[in-house]
């Protein structure tokens, strides 16, 4: 898919208006793409991408309609490649280096922790999830490299989080285990890991 110079993704607490907001999205501005629909929790979510001047408007339009019922959302006006990859479900694992992983309450702060991670540090986004099964809403992501990139990053990403309502949770995993860094390499959801036998016990 082409890289479009700006995304956002409107988060709502109420189906029926996450629906009627993204509609409203869609009237307002001429953008190049959308993705949407439940998530759990019973949550609705919606992702569109554009030029910059239209997801603005559009996204605008999708925050007046919703009211009190959106729950989070980010508007980004120059997103960053490997984060525009990540969000279409793009995965980038290198196998090497140290693991962050960040856990946030909603999937807006963990597009917003991995855009300040990018941008202000040479870290890889191995992964992020958006709200997907399992995650009860939340937002995931992993980032991979040199330990004080990767340091450096979770404190970026921390920081940007802190300045929105949304919780986060993080590990730093200094130097990982060969079999974590080849399960991360396939993915943190339990339906998409491998069965790997290790060298221990046997019957």
Known sequence: MKTYPAIAVLEFDDISAGVAATDA???RAPIAFFKCGTITRGRYLTLIGGTTASV???ADEGVRHAGDRL???VVLP???PRLFDGVLG????RGAGSLAILETSTVSASIRAAEAALKGTPVELVEIRLADSGLAGKGTLVLEGELHDVEAA????VARIGESAAQVSYRVIAAPHEATT???AHGTSFRSSLLIE???ERV
């Open 182 to 184: 080849g399960q991360i």
């Open 154 to 157: 979770v404190a970026l990403a």
């Open 25 to 27: 999205m869609l009237k």
């Open 71 to 73: 729950l989070d959302h």
């Open 78 to 80: 120059d997103v960053h």
């Open 56 to 58: 603005i408007e559009s």
């Open 90 to 93: 793009n995965r980038h694992p």
């Open 198 to 200: 290790l060298e221990g």
